[in-house]
């Protein structure tokens, strides 16, 4: 907690001072330690920030690429420091920082490093809210210690150079980012203070210095007052967390230097040099020398070279500018990245004939222009399309410190999934970033360390309008400027992020614009608006140069085109955040960019976000990805898994989402023009680039098999357009008379055949190997469909033995050949598939209309709207006895069942047909009609009837009040104890009434509806987090019987004490008194909606390890996410078919699969079984999955942290086989993760029938045989007669 006592009328007495470095910072003539948590204290005695740059003692150490490291002038400070830790605010031991301090029953730390990660306190991750409460400036811990606030004490003993300490040269300390307040001494003598966790500090230690051994002694705070300016989403880690080092200069150098490159070729610098100590006229002018870049950043012969001349300002400050036209420059974009190396130098002092060299500058030069003109953002003079992802520095091994390789395998992993920008997600990242961006070409927002999201929005409570924290705010973004501003790759400043707007936001874009012209700013939070808005178009404020919405809809985009497409004044349109990617998500993608396609005004956005910030950590011996929650004790604040949500896994491992950005967003695109005839249109998206780079080729396959493949012409079409191209080396049609025969295929031409072009680098280009895939795109073939016929037909022609059916008490046992199957009586189930006598299930083929929950179904409370259906397939009703129908003609056996789906009343009726080829399950779904009974888990309304308005219970945060029922209710979730969801509900249940209360942007605030414990008439509370618990019991006013939509009802304690539910004055109570009107609701209920999935799912016995399949893959598949699954033939372990999201959910789904081959060990009787789809093209395909996992291991209760597995990690793979055949699913949604279902026509529609019918065939060795093994599934397959039009499943 904050320990000075720091009031507020001593807080409105601060006097403004400034510091070395023109910042304000304040004098509170108060204790020391006050300086932590002044929000006026954002620096003292560091030098004024500067560009990025190292300066050499010589031009051939600077051309070289050797690095920093490589100059006598430069002293590496990182690796092991001793170290003590408290978890107490300024707690260090007494005289730490003097020299003469006996350390060594200290431990040590790595710089950089984090505290928490190497053994002293612990992760904390939160969202929105802080980990202390928020009342700024104080810090009090919202766990159960309210004092914890880490610090830590480091100290380190180094030696310079000799030469350093000659008096020739100034030396300096360099902290690369430290988190978050941090105070620094040499030799027991205090340098000053810093803030920011984000930038460097710079300190002067030249008169501070010894021969010999020096001490450098650091107290860093884990939250000082800058920690609320840094609520950013993402761990709260503490410590050194870039590089560490002590570099010299002359006394007389080139403090700071700006070169501004235009696509015009113009080259203007201006450099501000310190003369130090030296009275004498500078002497010499600034050199200039300008080299293009080659290949591994070399440096070619030189381009140009000019002066300038350097003009005394004041005793300590001079100044040079020169401005060059170069011309025929190569200019810069992230397609081409076309860099140039600028040596600036700085002569000695002395005469023209004897000068050497003081100091020689390099810097990375980008010839670009950005510029907003007549409404568009436009580069180097043409319109550019931002396809980006926001990035956090993350490495989950060590935390907040990134090293270089992780952050070139970012950008090898962006660049070869089609991304051309990164927003630098929220706060400066360490300068190696902005470097390799330069250089491999990326487009970045370059955003302020600055998010008070847990302050809130509203003006009169946002940081961002309160003049306290003014200079907070300024320095920031100065600083940050300051040091960046030579980087092409920036394209634009973003003022912060979650942090309101107000005076001191506007005050930072004024400094911006005047500071740097040449850049755009953004800031999604420059609204009139406090609150951003998914569907509606929001009023936008004076400080942002684009509209840069969160997560807008696609409704919203398109509703924003048409508006604002033809306006030469309105912004436009670049998302800061959208298609949130937390766990299973990102459906929905596609229909993004057909609408950014449409309208030039959407020039793109930043995917929410690049990589799951999961900590590599052990438990109980599995290596897992840790979250919130994972760390510390119970008491210790956490927003669960929303630090999730990445296109990559925390090792970097691409999530699934990240191929169906690469697809969506691929600058080359093609569309069918005439296919029979090999004619397609190719458009090149690409910004600048044609398409000579990129060799074209097709491929045909038959049955996902490839069977003819070729070179296409050379393609090459401009930038932004568009040519047909002929594919003139097809194969004639028909394809089965002109292609070698499938192998066992009587009929050829009863294949499948699909087209697909591919795109691909002819050359390796900077990251990008040669080879690489750019685009491509896949059409199904009209005029070669498979063949139909019916069942009987088929076996015709083989007819042999008929079937034998045993009916006993218990179950129908079918015998076709080898084949033995079994119908349970009770369930109507299939309960055993043996061929030969082996059996083949280990438990039933049942029906399945749940899927494990996904993070966007829980944030759509899906896991409760449809809790019916958690157990639906399990819990079904058999409404009449199996009917079998013997097939002594036909050869074929079919047994009928009829099953009810739960409380919600509808049916599903199953025909297993049995016959030598195996077992045919043909369905038929039909939905419930509306009215049907009240079920646990029932979202409802309770309507009061004595009162004379339509008045409802409704709870708001922790206020359980009534409520005039506007539109639709509210979530009223009526659970029976003891009883399943989608049970019926029934007279004289014991029940729990939870609601959603609230929803912030991780978590929805559940509330239990409790009586209080007073005698009398009492308030009805809001209990919190609800464990499942009855409170009431239901009573039908008609009496015994099921609860029936709008029945009249009465809910009474179960406490013994008779009272009941009320309203009673506009409040909801409990009162004992006599019942009347007050004490009757009407049970208003939602209708349910539509299962999540429709299909059924079954077990495997031990022995199946491998899965070929023909469909969409090779990655999992959705009805919203499955554009860049190519239909082709695919094969693997059935182990590495499940997804291991970091928290586990629906994973490893097959859109369109045709046939799906479960294969066992070999020397097994049976090698397998296939299930195919018994419909034909283009209805081919359903959805099929396979797990060596049970599904219930990925699913998750109501309450998400109650997971019973709730670590990919930890999933334990079981010798059975678990699979499912659905032909619908809904889709993943990809909106946001808090709120947004997935798009209408994802969703399944609640009153939509299916038919559909599927094969399970099991297959012996012999069947499989072939000398070409790749075609053998697929003939057998095509042997399975196919159905069309799917069955009539009668009952």
């Known amino acids: 907690m904050f320990l000075c006592g720091l009031g507020k009328a001593q807080q409105q007495t601060v006097e403004v001072l400034r510091e070395d470095d023109g910042v304000p910072r304040s004098s509170l003539g108060l204790a020391e330690d006050c300086e932590w948590f002044d929000p006026n204290a954002v620096g003292r005695g560091r030098e004024s920030a500067r560009a990025s740059f190292f300066a050499y003692e010589s031009g051939e150490l600077a051309t070289s690429n050797a690095g920093p490291r490589s100059s006598s002038r430069f002293l590496d400070l990182n690796g092991r420091w001793k170290f003590a830790w408290s978890p107490r605010s300024c707690q260090v031991p007494t005289g730490f920082q003097e020299p003469s301090f006996n350390d060594a029953a200290w431990g040590e730390m790595p710089v950089p490093g984090n505290w928490e990660l190497n053994g002293h306190g612990f992760p904390i991750y939160k969202n929105v809210h802080y980990c202390f409460e928020s009342n700024p400036p104080f810090i009090k811990y919202s766990g159960a210690d309210p004092e914890y606030n880490p610090t830590g004490a480091y100290r380190r003993v180094f030696e310079v150079p000799a030469q350093w300490l000659e008096g020739k040269l100034e030396v300096f300390f360099h902290v690369g980012a430290v988190c978050c307040g941090c105070k620094v001494w040499i030799n027991g003598e205090e340098l000053g203070f810093t803030t920011d966790s984000k930038l460097p500090t710079e300190f002067n230690i030249t008169m501070h210095l010894r021969k010999g051994k020096n001490v450098i002694a650091l107290q860093v705070l884990c939250w000082s007052a800058g920690a609320y300016l840094e609520d950013q989403d993402m761990w709260w880690l503490a410590g050194i967390t870039r590089d560490v080092y002590a570099y010299a200069r002359p006394k007389r150098h080139i403090r700071d230097i700006q070169v501004r490159a235009g696509a015009d070729g113009m080259l203007q610098v201006d450099a501000e040099l310190s003369l130090g100590d030296i009275r004498e006229p500078v002497s010499g002018p600034l050199v200039f020398e300008l080299f293009p870049r080659g290949q591994e950043g070399t440096i070619a012969q030189r381009s140009c070279c000019f002066q300038a001349l350097v003009t005394a300002r004041t005793e300590k400050v001079a100044v040079a500018s020169a401005s060059f036209r170069c011309s025929g420059v190569r200019l810069w974009s992230a397609e081409e990245p076309n860099l140039y190396t600028l040596i600036v130098t700085l002569p000695a002092e002395g005469s023209a004939v004897n000068r050497g060299v003081a100091e020689v500058i390099r810097f990375s030069v980008g010839f670009r222009t950005v510029e907003m003109r007549q409404g568009r953002l436009l580069l180097n003079g043409q319109e550019l399309t931002i396809r980006g992802v926001n990035r956090h520095e993350f490495d989950a091994q060590t935390g907040h410190v990134v090293g270089r390789e992780a952050m070139l395998q970012d950008i090898k992993l962006m660049k070869a999934h089609n991304f051309n920008a990164v927003r630098c997600s929220h706060y400066p990242n360490d300068p190696m970033w902005y470097e390799l961006c330069d250089e491999h070409g990326l487009y970045l927002v370059a955003e302020a360390n600055i998010e008070s999201h847990g302050i809130g929005f509203q003006l009169d409570e946002t940081l961002a309008g309160k003049a306290e924290w003014r200079d907070a705010h300024l320095a920031r973004v100065q600083r940050h400027v300051e040091r960046d501003k030579n980087h092409p790759s920036i394209l634009f400043w973003s003022l912060a992020n979650e942090a309101g707007n107000g005076v001191n936001m506007y005050d930072m874009y004024m400094w911006i614009k005047h500071r740097d012209p040449t850049r755009l700013v953004q800031y999604e939070n420059a609204r009139r608006d406090p609150a951003w808005k998914t569907n509606d178009i929001e009023r936008i404020d004076s400080n942002t140069d684009v509209y840069c919405p969160m997560y807008p809809s696609q409704a919203k985009l398109a509703k924003y085109g048409e508006l604002y497409e033809g306006s030469t004044s ?432 991780s978590e929805l605030l559940i509330r239990g509806l409790i009586p209080g414990v007073q005698a009398g008439r009492v308030p009805v509370e809001a209990s919190g987090l609800p464990a499942d618990k009855a409170a009431w019991t239901i009573l039908r006013v008609l009496g015994d019987g099921e609860v029936l939509p709008n029945d009249e009802v009465i809910f009474e304690a179960i406490d013994g004490s008779g009272r009941c539910l009320a309203i009673v004055d506009g409040a909801v109570v409990a009162t004992d008194g006599p019942r009347d009107h007050s004490n009757i609701f009407v049970f208003q209920v939602s209708e349910p909606m539509a299962p999540p999935r429709i299909g059924f799912r079954g077990t495997l016995t031990k022995g199946f390890t491998q899965v070929e399949w023909f469909g969409r893959g090779p990655h999992e598949s959705y009805v919203d996410r499955y554009v860049s699954a190519r239909v082709a033939r695919f094969e693997g372990e059935i182990l590495d078919q499940t997804f291991k999201y970091v928290r586990p959910q629906e994973n490893g789904n097959k859109l369109d699969t045709r046939w799906m081959a479960l294969k066992c060990q070999s020397g097994a009787p049976c090698a397998g079984l296939l299930v195919a789809s018994s419909a034909g093209v283009p209805d081919a395909g359903l959805a099929m999955q396979c797990h060596r996992y049970r599904l219930e291991d990925f699913d998750a209760p109501a309450i998400k942290t109650q997971q019973r597995i709730s670590h990919g990690g930890e999933l334990q793979a079981r010798d059975e086989t678990d699979f499912c055949v659905d032909v619908a699913q809904m889709g993943l949604g990809g909106i946001n993760s808090w709120g947004e279902k997935p798009l209408p026509q994802h969703m399944i529609a609640r009153d939509k029938s299916f038919e559909w019918a599927f094969w399970l065939r099991p297959f012996t060795t012999e069947e499989t045989r072939s000398d070409r093994p790749a075609l053998a599934l697929a003939a057998l397959a095509r042997s399975l007669p196919r159905l069309q039009p799917p069955p009539t499943v009668g009952a």
């Open 570 to 1001: 309105a912004l436009p349109l670049i998302m800061c955040e959208y298609a949130h990617s937390m766990g299973n998500s990102v459906g929905g993608f596609k229909e993004y960019w057909d609408v950014i396609n449409k309208y030039h005004v959407l020039q793109g956005g930043y995917i929410w976000d690049w990589i799951d910030q999961g900590i590599a950590t052990k438990v109980n011996g599995k290596d897992i990805w840790a979250y919130g929650g994972d760390f510390g004790g119970p008491d210790t604040p956490s927003d669960y898994n929303f630090c999730i949500n990445g296109l990559v896994q925390p090792d970097r491992t691409p999530n699934p989402a990240l191929h169906e950005a690469k697809k969506v967003m691929q600058p080359v695109a093609f569309e069918a023009v005439d296919l029979r005839n090999g004619r397609i249109r190719v458009l090149n998206r690409y910004n600048f680039r044609s398409l000579a780079h990129l060799a074209f080729s097709w491929s045909l396959t038959a049955d996902g098999v490839e069977v003819a493949q070729g070179a296409m012409p050379f393609v090459d079409v401009a930038a932004g357009a568009a040519a047909d191209v002929e594919i003139t080396s097809l194969p004639a049609r028909p394809f089965g008379a002109n292609l070698p025969l499938i192998a066992g295929s009587q009929a050829p031409n009863s294949c499948e055949y699909h087209l697909l072009v591919s795109a691909r680098w002819r050359e390796a280009h900077g990251c990008i190997p040669g080879g690489h895939e750019e685009a491509w795109e896949q059409w199904p073939l009209e005029g070669d469909q498979p063949q139909v016929m019916a069942l009987s037909t088929a076996l015709s022609a083989n007819a042999g033995e008929a079937p034998k059916v045993t009916n006993s008490d218990a179950s129908v046992l079918v015998a076709a050949g080898q084949l033995l199957v079994t119908i349970d009586h009770s369930s109507g189930f299939l309960t055993s598939l043996k061929l030969g006598g082996q059996e083949m299930m280990a438990g039933p083929l049942q029906p399945n209309f749940w899927r494990p929950t996904t993070d966007n179904d829980y944030g759509a409370c899906l896991q409760r709207d449809l809790a019916c259906w958690r157990e639906a397939g399990r819990n079904t009703v058999l409404l009449q006895k199996v009917e079998v129908e013997p097939g002594s003609a036909t050869g074929v056996v079919q047994l009928k069942v009829v099953l009810r789906i739960g409380a919600t009343g509808s049916q599903l009726a199953v025909r297993y047909e049995v016959s030598t080829a195996g077992v045919r399950v043909c369905a038929k779904w039909q939905p419930a009609t509306p009215g049907m009974a009240a079920a646990s888990g029932n979202v409802a309304s309770l309507m009061c009837k004595a009162t004379a308005t339509n008045v409802a219970v409704g709870v708001t945060g922790e206020v359980v009040g009534a409520t005039p029922n506007k539109g639709a209710p509210q979530r009223i979730v009526v659970s029976a104890e003891g009883f399943p969801a989608g049970s019926p509900l029934r007279h004289g249940y014991r029940v729990a009434l939870q609601a959603t209360a609230g929803q912030t942007e």
